[in-house]
């Protein structure tokens, strides 16, 4: 008996879950179209969100563009289908690779800088305080960091694209001895739009859903005996890894049935 109970809790606890995250979606959208928006925070979030995070993306797109040519090689070579490694090189960086790490990387930078922001003026009650200043919180601080979400993550896999293309371009011509011409022409030959564009789809799903997890999360812990004047390190590190752990689960749900 005791084993259907603790089913019972972990299903009404998941559906509890998606529950309030719809809500808190719907809570989103209509106060973003009947209320007032705040594009110069946006543009603040805009900028810690995406341009912020340049330099962890392009770091992290160029040693994975370099790795996988490396290892593609390593592979290939054994059956002499060297010919097909930029083919595998492009595909892998826009419809997977690309979209998955900028993913993460903005999770653990830019989601626990949200959880930590959210989070202390939630327990030192400056949302209570924009309240009574008659502004909505969700125009002034949740919409703003969606929408900069939405917004910076193409761009970032954009960014990633090209760099993580580029280091296996340079491991190829200047370490494997390829020919610089065939290889580009090979890659752009075999690249399709809809490769780049499935992966800047699931940019936008993924920033949507960081800094909508980010937000919703911290306002869930007002209920928690466990805040007391600030976030734990433990408690920003709990959240991080839950986006972490829904972008893998969602974009293993859209290559199965997209």
């Known amino acids: 008996m005791s084993v259907f109970l603790k089913l019972g809790r972990i299903f009404f606890g998941i559906f509890s879950s998606v529950g309030e995250i719809v809500l808190f979606f719907v809570d989103c959208l209509k106060y973003s179209i009947l209320d007032k928006f705040y594009p110069k925070i946006f543009l603040q979030h805009l900028i810690k969100i995406g341009y912020n995070s340049l330099p962890v993306v392009g770091l992290t797109s160029i040693f994975t563009g370099m790795v996988l040519a490396l290892q593609s090689y390593t592979g290939f070579s054994r059956f002499s289908a060297e010919s097909a490694i930029p083919n595998v090189v492009v595909l892998s960086i826009t419809r997977e690779l690309a979209p998955v790490l900028a993913g993460l990387m903005v999770a653990g930078r830019s989601g626990a800088a949200i959880a930590a922001e959210i989070g ?74 809809l490769d780049v564009f499935s992966g800047l789809v699931k940019a936008c799903v993924f920033g949507f859903i960081i800094s909508l997890i980010q937000d919703l999360h911290i306002l869930l812990l007002q209920h928690s005996n466990v805040i007391k004047l600030f976030l734990s390190s433990a408690q920003i590190l709990h959240i991080v890894v839950i986006s972490l752990d829904l972008l893998i689960s969602i974009d293993v749900i859209i290559n199965i049935f997209f």
């Open 120 to 193: 202390t003026m939630k327990v030192t009650e400056q949302i209570d305080a924009l309240k009574t200043l008659s502004t909505n919180p969700y125009n002034y601080l949740f919409i703003p960091r969606i929408l900069a979400g939405i917004v910076s993550l193409p761009f970032l896999v954009f960014v990633g694209d090209i760099i993580g293309v580029f280091g296996g371009y340079l491991i190829c011509t200047e370490v494997l001895n390829f020919n610089p011409v065939v290889y580009l022409q090979n890659t752009y030959n075999f690249v399709q739009f």
